[in-house]
């Protein structure tokens, strides 16, 4: 899961101003918006999948602008940038799955939205990518904080087989990378995807 950025477009602040958006559904369902947005998310999420990390490609039959908190229940985030990540668009994980599991509550899971940017929590201080391709907590973790590990990596199924093995595949290419003498950041750009695997390699 990578780190939330949320360096608002410009594209987006201006239209705030201009247009006072409630709704991001009635509101803000303007192509070249959603253009705009799509195209920041990509470039800061370094065209990965926010929540697993998969590449993805600026494809809307393969992406979407996912509001991290759901819409529908915490409204006053809806047009918030700091609530939208892209997501790969699969079923059996990440965005469309969350959406399917419930509310999504700080208390149960990792805070990685806060109006504070000091009480957000980085999922990369809370998970470790293992060689057998699954993701799973750090030992160092305190009761509380395991918890809400664990059950943000159930919530969005980061353990489906299909994410597990790709991420089985990378560490054996990685094994072999590493055996040429190539450091890891030049063997994340080989693959530009799975970003915290290879930072904790």
Request: charged share 30%; net charge negative; with cysteine.
């Amino acid at each position: 899961m990578l780190k939330l950025n949320s360096n608002e477009p410009e594209c987006f602040t201006s239209f705030k101003i201009k247009n006072k958006p409630h709704s991001y559904q009635d509101d803000c369902n303007n192509y070249e918006l959603r253009l705009c947005l799509r195209k920041a998310l990509l470039e800061e999420q370094q065209y990965q999948c926010f929540y697993c990390e998969k590449k993805i490609e600026n494809d809307t039959s393969k992406i979407h602008i996912d509001h991290i908190k759901q819409r529908n229940v915490y409204h006053e985030l809806e047009c918030e940038y700091s609530n939208m990540a892209l997501s790969c668009n699969d079923d059996n994980h990440c965005g469309k799955y969350k959406d399917k599991q419930g509310i999504w509550d700080d208390n149960k899971f990792l805070r990685i939205i806060s109006e504070n940017p000091q009480l957000r929590e980085e999922p990369s201080d809370f998970f470790i990518y293992m060689s057998n391709g699954k993701v799973t907590v750090k030992k160092s973790l305190i009761e509380n904080e395991k918890e809400r590990a664990i059950n943000t990596i159930e919530y969005l199924n980061l353990n489906h087989k299909d994410l597990v093995s790709a991420r089985k595949t990378i560490f054996s290419q990685l094994k072999l990378y590493q055996n040429s003498g190539l450091k890891i950041d030049e063997i994340y750009t080989c693959f530009n995807e799975f970003e915290n695997l290879f930072k904790g390699n």
